[in-house]
Structures are given as C-alpha cells and as structure tokens.
C-alpha cells in the first residue's frame, strides 16, 4: 500500500466514552472500529452511503438538543457526543423494523438467505418482540429473473440500494433500477435488458435480505449446513479472495471475502459460478492407457504409471519437455519444475501456452506495482487486455482509484475496453503498430497524443502492462513497460492470465528460470540450487514454440501437458496437433479431455481448485494460501504425490511426500521465498497474502525491459485476438451458469472497412488467416482501428482461426444463410 | 411358637400371591393379536403430512435436518415445477430421508418444523432385516392422498386414523408462487383449528399474474 499521511484525530464520546476516530469518518465506521456495532441494512464499507433504510439511527447531541440521525451518513466532528443505545434509540430501532417487516413475507423457512439473514439477525436482536400489522401484505409475483443467473423476488426487498448503487457505483453497469412508488417501489432491470452484468454475483452477495438469489445456489443448501473455507480465486491472476462454501461434500457456492489487497470482497460471476466444473461429469476419475487399437481404456494407478515411467526412462532426459501447470499451486508447480529438473533432467520446461510474454520480464521486472497502489496513482495507464474481459475484479480496482480516488486514467488498446468510459484518454492503435505509439509517445517534441503526455507527466504513475491480444508481439509490452518506467515515480504491474502463471514462473517452470525469480544463466544462482540439488542443465530451455517445433521434428520425443491445452491456445492450432502426433509419447496430467490430450497416451486425473491445498501468487507477486475441502472424484490425486511415486519408478528421489515439505524445500531453495511458511498465510495479519520477496527475500532477477528491435507489423487486416470472459475454456463450458454466456462468435470491422469490402452488418463472412479459415458473423464496431479485425479469441468457432497476424474478410461463398444467427440469445429481463 | 406354625405355612404363602394375582385383570396383552391404545403423544415413526388437496406440506427448508440432535434427517429442497407444484410456494423436499437407527425420537423435528409437515405418528413397528431399509425415504414417509400413513399395518387401533388426518399447518410458509388461481383458495390451508377459513382479506384483487392471464 502508499503511504498514507495519518489521518487528523478527534475526540468523540461514544456512549460515554470518550474515543479518538479520524476525522471525517462515518459514526458507524467509527463506533465498529472501536467495537460498537450499529445495526445497519443499507450501509455497505466499501461504497458511499446512502442513509435508506434508518436502520442505524443514533442519538447525536446538538445546539437543538439531543436529534436521532443516521450513523452511516454523519461524519464524526470533535467533541462530538453520540448514544446508540438510549431509549429513544431502541424505540427507533423497533419503529424501523417494524415498518420493514410491515410488508415482508414469511418466507424465512424457504428463502436463501433464512439462517445468514441481517434481517432476522436484527429483527431478533433489535426488533419489537411483535407486529402490531394485521392487513394484508403486499404482493408480487414470486422469484423473476433479472437475468440468466440473478432472480428477484420483490416482496422480500427492503429497498436498501445495495445491489443499484453497486452496479452504478463499482461494477458501471447501471442495469438495475428502483421503479414505482410507495409500496409498490422494487428494482427492476430496464425493459428488454438483462441484468447482463459480469459482477451480477456480487449483488446476491450484499443483498441483506434473500430478494436477490442466483440460480446455482438457489435451494441447494441452508446457510447451516454449509462448510466453509478460504482461499483464492484460480480463474485469474488477480488473487480474489474467496470462501470455498460445501454442503454434502458438494461446493455450492463461492462468496467473495473482503481482501483490502487485492478484491475488496468483490468478484466475478466467473469467479463465483465455475466451482460449477469441479462436479461435471466429464471431470477425469480414473487414469486412462491407450491401448494396441487407439482407444482410451480406464488403468489402475500402477499399470498407468509404470507406462509413463518406462516412455519417460527409455528416451533421453532432454527429448522430453513439459507444457503447462500454471492452474497448480506453487507446491505442485515447483515439483513439477524438480521432477522435470531432476529427476528426467531436462530444461524444456514452459508454464505459458502460446501466449507468453517473457518469463524474466514477468518474474523480473522492477518496481514492480502492487494492486493497493492504484489508490494513491496520480495516472494509471492501462496497456493491456481488456480489464473487465481478462482481470475481472482488477478493473474493479481500476475502477474504484479512477472513479473514487481520483486518478487519471489512460487506455491503450486496439480496440473499446470496459475502461474506456472513465478513461481521460484513450489511443486506439492498429494492432502490429503499438511500436509506433510508444515512438510518438516517447519522442521529443511529436504533436500526437498531447494530452496523453501532458498526463503522463503528473506521477505517481501506475503501468498496468500486458498483452493486448493474442496476435500482439510479446516484446510489445516489454517496450510498453520500458517506456513506463522513466515516467514519474512509475511502477508497472506486469499482467499474465493464467490463475497461477506468476506462481509458476516463481517455482522455474519456464525455460530460462530457476525457482525463486533465479535465471538459468546466473552461474551463482544456479550453483547455490545445485547445492541442494545436484548438478543442473545451464543451458536454458525450449519455450513452448520451441517445444513444438522440436517436436515435430523429432528432436523432442515425448511430451507431459499439466493442465495445457496447446491446440487451442497455439498460434497454429493444425500444427500444435500434428506436432503431438509425431510426438511418440504424451502423457497429460489434466481434470478434463481436451483438444490436445485426446490423442495422448497416457491420461492421469489430478486435484484441482478446492481439492488441493498449497500457495498461489498473484500479479503483484503476493502469496496467497489456496485450501481444500473437498476429495478429487474418483481416483483423482494430487499432482504433486503422482510425480513423487513417477520419480520412485524412475528410480529418483523427489522428496515431495507431501504439501507442507515441499513448501519448506522452497522456502529452502527459492531466494525471493526464503521467509515463506504457510502459517503466516493462516493466520495473523499476513491472511491476505504476502507480497513475495519480503524484507527477507532476495531477488536475483532484475529484469530492465528494453525497446529496441521492436518493428511494426504490416497488413491489411491486422488481426486483434482479445480474450472474452466467458470464453470456451474448459472451466467455462463444464459450468452451467456460465456455458450460456459465452459471447456469439463473430468477425467485428470498422464500417469504413466493411463498406470498402462491400460487406454489410449481420452477413455470414468467411475469415481466413495463415492458419485457418472460419465462418463468422460480421459486426460493425467504429471502436476499433481502421485497418484491422476483431475476433474474440478461443471461443469454440474461432480458436480454429489460430492467431495469424492478418486476416482476410470476404463475403461468404455460398449464398443463402445471411442473417440466419442474428437472432440473438437476448433473454432475461423481466416478463 | 409362632415361629413354627409360620415356618409350617410357609410353602403355602406363595400360592395366596398366586392366587390372589390370578383373579386380578390381566394386564399383559396377546400382541400381534390384540393391540394396546397408545397414549395420545406417543412418539412413534415420522410421516410427512399433505394438505387436504394433496399437496405435499413440506417445504424442503432443512429446519428439522438442522434441529435433530442425532443428525438422521437429510433433506434437499429444490424449485417447485411452475406447472404442476408439489407444495405450496416455490421450494418442495425433493430428497427426504429419516435413518431411524439413529433417530432418538425425541420430536424436535416436529417442533422445528414450520408447516406441520412432518409429525409423529403411533406406528413403532418397523423391525427391518437390512441396515438400509431402516433409512425411510419420502416414499415411506409421505402420507397417502387420503392421509393414512404408508405402512404395513395401517389399519387397528394403533393409530388414531382421524387425528392424523386433522394434524395440519397452522400457517402458511410462504405465498404460493404469487399465482392468484392459488391465492385465498382456502382448502389446503384450514389453519388454527379445523375447518375451513375464509380467503384472506384482498389477496386476489390485484396481482400481476391475473393481468398477465387476463
Ligand atoms: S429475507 Fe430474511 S427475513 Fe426475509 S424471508 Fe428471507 S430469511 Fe426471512
Ligand atoms: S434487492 Fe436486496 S440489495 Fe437490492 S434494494 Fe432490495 S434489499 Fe437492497
Ligand atoms: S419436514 Fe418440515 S422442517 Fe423438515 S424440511 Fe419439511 S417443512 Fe422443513
Ligand atoms: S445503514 Fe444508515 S440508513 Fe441504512
């Protein structure tokens, strides 16, 4: 976090004691801090009250004498002599509750919230002990979906303003609104609108009453029944805090957890609804062979394992290599990196799949900028994904530091991001030409982008650096972040998708790094790993390109994919696949069947989110602890105790015996992890995570990007690949809530370019790149660069299209099937 | 000298005890074939209870699960089909099982119970020769249309057929779905007492669904 100037203190009397609170905060914030709790409904820490539902009145004396006033409005001032407990105070409370029950159902025994419900918590400890109401109660039409996942049932809201002030306020997705008057008043989403928000979960979440529910947890459990447990979000790398909730060994729902670092309690329906994939039915629960005539036979643990101990043992150490295990833990992905290492001994190792930007960069790359540090940002300049689309809960804090904070915000992005409305400046560039951006932006005296200097030059300044697409060259924000650098009292925040890729990378799980942030090529770094190790490999590894070109031409013989899906990830998706089939053995270590690991050999089940336990880290290099509550279906088990009994086969000693020891081995042999112990996650003010390396890490690698060789790509139709949330990932499609979702694909154009190919809006177009050709609807977006072409990446039509770095656009051949998907899936809203 | 007489008559005392029990009125009863009446609270097998028009009065809500100190009760609730609802309201117990094994009947489930849905009856004999048929599901458990309970022996005295038909909710758990076809239909829901009430006060003058219908 900043520093922070202390806040001025005052003196105030809080029920006859005298306490010092800062100035300018509220009664309510005041009075908890200090151990008092005012009942509230509407007040909400992190957004800006309201004073709706007078649930939190308390008596304040003034000149006029002593006045009941809300707590969760009222900025404390010195001297300040407050009662929240008087007479008068209690009569107010029961006369409030009163009232809100006055129309409330009695739904307690069926209702979602019954058991965890501020309304019955409060009606029990502040209410009347009985209404005095005998009419008739208000009536609605039970539980109506304000969209494909939210459901509103009116006659339990008590109008507090949570869930519309959190989508104006936080997520920018005014979609619901309060209408009607008097008791008929409820929120509703505008007509023909769904509540399409990516951040509808957060709403349930706040709702005080069970008004707001989401389908999959609708029913499935009561609030006593619930086991529960916290860890981090896996869908992104942001590190979201998370609780883990289980009825019946079942995770039915997942609520966000107030982290200060990094979520502010607040998530994504993705991070929310994809626990949904842990119980697919397609999760792997038993190891697979591939037998004599092709076909995938379920094995025992044994049979499965002597197979890929005796490929993995009859060729040489470095004719193997490994994609993947950026979705594991630390745990699991640095034994992956010692198994690899040291027990086939090979250096081709790479945790990223076709979207790498480089690990020494990512790993290395100083100052580094923490999430908090966006708060106390003069500008924040976003040259990355979209935020809303890749980071979910990370353009929440964008959003919070430029809307509440006050920063100034620059977007650089080839095309309309879910930032563009708060950004004082947004470039939109071509795709292939970011070089010449940062060439303008950086030399003396260029006309262009004026205002976006002028801002630049106020710091502190706040880089949030990433790829922005997949088409883009990687080194692109390597010279982003160099340019960032020499701004005023910047700090870049290096951006990588992956939930654990950082993490990853951490533990060495990339061709050029060893665990701990220590390059292959640092002979001192390497000496002391070899200490605990035994003799390494100097020479850095394959990446991912590499491994599949070596591969396909012989060099590599056999393949272990932990969690990877190269075929859809790659830049040339017919190439990846014909590279695992001449790869002569792959063994996939994975939860699903996916495009790749359909032609392995050997496919073993391994634990996933909330059946693991270990360390993860996020963007900021902060280690967070990630727990387990559940078993893995069927025989599923942890990665870590696979590679232990792999390497015994091998007749290699990997010590991994279990989660903690192999967390002290790291502790023992990664420098910039030196201090790091699961207990001080656990427990203590260290809960929220550590930023790796503390005070008593050492870091090795100080990566200074560097700009030069860097050329603009040229071509008619650049090719942006951006990533869309509900893309056609595994996780996504395996979770019902979310499966829905998933964006029509389709090809987007600027109108100018459409119009000169003689295309028209709505019209079936063939897109064909280097790599491949789909059919695609075409859109007209005058957001993007003219000269270019959007196709959202990795959805289940377009990753065929692989990331060529120009596309073509014409009229599809074959009349006759125009229009035919336009219809969209717009449904929802209301009836 | 009383002593001797005493000890002499001895032998004989036993046959006065024998005798005079002989002549008192028998107490023990020939089960199967004659059944004792049961005190009225007697605290025997659960069932799950309908409303007079055949929906099913449990709710699905877990209270009893949550309330049962022996923890044999598990329930799932799940949305009630629009079309064809099992209970009142939107959530029906669409998983409801009872391990009497473990069950102490103690009768909190009763209690906690919001709708009166499930009750205790006087049927005690369920002797099983299987460890899982012990486990009643809401097959065994419900009530038939009629009210009887689902069992062996559902006639004889050991049960007090017109008591556990007039055994009911008290209250209604939550507005039906908002339908007003279903709104102040007071059949199912006869409440406080027995017999029938009227229709709530105003329930079905204005609601959305008959503007929708209409
Ligand atoms: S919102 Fe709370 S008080 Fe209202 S019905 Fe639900 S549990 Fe009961
Ligand atoms: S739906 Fe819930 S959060 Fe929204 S206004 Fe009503 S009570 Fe408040
Ligand atoms: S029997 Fe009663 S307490 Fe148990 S789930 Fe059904 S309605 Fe709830
Ligand atoms: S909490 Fe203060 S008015 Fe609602």
Known sequence: MPEQPPPEMVTISLDGQEIEVPQGEYIIKAAEDQGTYIPRFCYHSRMKPVGLCRMCLVEVETPRGRILTTACNTPVAPEMIVDTESAVVQKAQEGILEFLLINHPLDCPVCDKGGECPLQDQTVAYGPGESRFVEEKRHFEKPIPLSDIVLMDRERCILCARCTRFSEE?????????????????????????????FSGNTVQICPVGALTAKPYRFKARPWDLEAIESVSMVDASGASISIETSQNEVVRINGVDNDATNHGWLSDKDRFVFQAIHSENRLATPLIRDDAGDLQPASWGDALDRVADALGSVRGDEVASIGGANNTNEEAFALG????????????????????????????????????????????????????????????????????????IVVHPRRTGLDNIAAEKITYR???????????????????????????????????????????????????????????????????????FGALDMGLAPTLLPGRVPVKSESGRAELESHWGPLPGEAGLDTAGIIAGLAAG???????????????????????????????????????????????????????????????????????VNRILPGPGQSRALWSILDELSSRMGGQLGAGDGPAIAKEIALVAPAYRSMTWDRLEW??????????????????????????LRPTAGRLALHSGRVLYDGGTRNTQSPALAGLTPDPAVYLHPRDASALALADGQEVDVAGEFGTVRLRLELDPSLAEGSAYVPANLDSTWVLGVPDVVTVEAQSSKGKKNEKKKGKKKGAGE | MAGFIGELLGPFKGFATVMRQAFKPRLTRSYPHEMRVKPQRFHGRHVLNRYPDGMEKCIGCELCAGVCPASCIYVRGQDNPVDAPVSPGERFGFVYEINLLRCIFCGLCVEACPTEAITMTQLFEFSVTDRADAIYTKDELLVQADGTPNHGQPDGPLIDLAELKLADGWMRATSPAGRADFEGVPAWTPSAGVGLRPAERGQSDVTESEEEEA
């Open chain 1, 431 to 501: 795709p292939g030409e970011g070089p010449e951006v940062v060439r303008k932006l950086t030399a003396q005296g260029d006309q262009d982008y004026g205002a976006v200097r002028d801002l630049l030059t106020a710091g502190p300044v706040i880089a949030l650096v990433g790829l922005t697409g997949r088409a883009e060259d990687p080194r692109l924000a390597e010279a982003v972040a160099a340019y960032a650098l020499g701004l005023p009292g910047s700090k870049v925040l290096p951006l990588a998708r992956r939930a654990n890729v």
């Open chain 1, 684 to 709: 203590g003010p260290e809960r929220d995570g550590v930023v790796m390396p503390d005070r008593d890490g050492v870091q090795e690698l100080r990566f200074v990007p560097d700009d030069s060789g």
């Open chain 1, 338 to 409: 010692k198994f690899l290492r040291t027990v086939v001994v090979t250096p081709h190792i790479d945790a990223q799949v076709g979207d790498a930007l480089n690990p020494e960069f990512l790993a290395g790359v100083t100052p580094r900028a923490e999430i908090g540090d966006l708060d106390g940002a003069a500008t924040i300049l976003v040259w990355a994904g979209d935020l809303k689309e890749e980071f979910p809960t990370l353009f929440l804090r964008v959003r919070h530091a430029v809307t509440q904070m006050g920063a100034k915000l």
């Open chain 1, 555 to 625: 060099d590599l013989k056999a393949l272990l994919l932990v969690g990877a899906d190269p075929v859809r990830d790659g830049r040339n998706p017919d190439a990846v696949r014909a590279a695992l089939d001449a790869a002569e053995f792959v063994v996939s270590l994975d939860m699903f069947l996916n495009d790749s690991n359909q032609q392995a050999s050997v496919i073993l089940p391994v634990d996933g989110f909330a059946e693991t336990e270990g360390t993860v880290t996020n963007i900021e290099g902060r280690v967070q602890k």
């Open chain 1, 170 to 198: 936080v997520s920018g997705d005014p979609l619901i609104e309060f209408v009607g008057r008097g008791n008929q008043t409820h929120v509703i989403t505008f007509p023909d609108e769904p509540f399409a928000s990516y």
